[in-house]
């Protein structure tokens, strides 16, 4: 099945720029969607589609996949946006459809 | 506003069948619409789809799952359920329920069930 790769954990300090990167195999030509989960809650959707933003989410937010990488980039991260983030893609013609990232914890230092 | 409620037992012995139901308040399970999945994290660990139902009854499975798991569907209740068979400690994790909706191009999770943690243990 497909496999995402992302890096452990990512620290920026507040007001900078936080990139979280997904790597898969050719993960260019997918779609690659990117949840925000913050202690004892929920996963929530923060990304679509490698760049669209749900309603709610700030602009901030914003995120490119091309190549073999796809990336989820916060601008002025705030302390708030500590929290755990998943890459997501649905892999469509395979037998596993959804699959999910290993998981980055974003660090405000 | 949908909202999705995971409820069953929090404690299951080794061996026997993990069971779930998830509620769906705010809308229904009967719109062609939405898939209808199962997504678990062990403690400190990473998200794992588990599988998704279709409101035709329609199911995928995760392949490393596969031969344990069932999801059904009833949509006069407006819920669904996991059922996970033979069950070892490494099935203990929170267990979610989410609903996959169709965006421009593809499908992705947009609503979740707050979670409900399930510890398999004698």
């Known amino acids: 099945s497909y496999v995402l790769t992302q890096p452990p954990s990512v620290s920026v300090a507040p007001g900078q720029t936080a990139r979280i990167t997904c790597g898969g195999n050719?993960?260019?030509?997918?779609?690659v969607h990117w949840y925000q989960q913050k202690p004892g809650q929920a996963p929530a959707p923060v990304v679509y589609?490698?760049?669209d933003r749900p309603s709610g989410i700030p602009e901030r937010f914003s995120g490119s996949n091309s190549g073999n990488t796809a990336t989820l980039i916060i601008s002025r991260v705030e302390a708030g946006d500590e929290a755990d983030y998943y890459c997501?893609?649905?892999?469509?013609?395979?037998?596993?459809?959804?699959?999910f990232g290993g998981g980055t914890k974003l660090t405000v230092l | 506003q949908v909202e999705l409620q995971e409820s069953g037992p929090g404690l299951v012995k080794p061996s026997e069948t993990l069971s779930l139901t998830c509620s769906v308040s705010?809308?229904?399970?009967?719109?062609?619409?939405?898939?209808w999945s199962w997504i678990r994290q062990p403690p400190g660990k990473g998200l794992e789809w588990i599988g998704y139902?279709?409101?035709?009854?329609?199911?995928n499975y995760n392949p490393s799952l596969k031969s344990r798991v069932s999801i059904s569907i009833d949509t006069s209740q407006n819920q669904f359920s996991l059922k996970l068979r033979s069950v070892t400690a490494a099935d203990t994790a929170v267990y979610y329920c989410?609903?996959?909706?169709?965006?421009?191009?593809?499908?992705?999770?947009?609503?979740w069930g707050q979670g409900t943690m399930v510890t398999v243990s004698s």
């Open positions: 050719n993960i260019g030509s997918k779609s």
């Open positions: 139902i279709y409101y035709s009854g329609t199911t």
């Open positions: 997501q893609v649905w892999d469509s013609s395979s037998d596993h459809p959804r699959v």
């Open positions: 589609d490698d760049s």
């Open positions: 705010g809308g229904s399970v009967s719109r062609n619409s939405y898939y």
């Open positions: 989410a609903r996959e909706s169709w965006l421009v191009r593809t499908i992705a999770f947009d609503m």
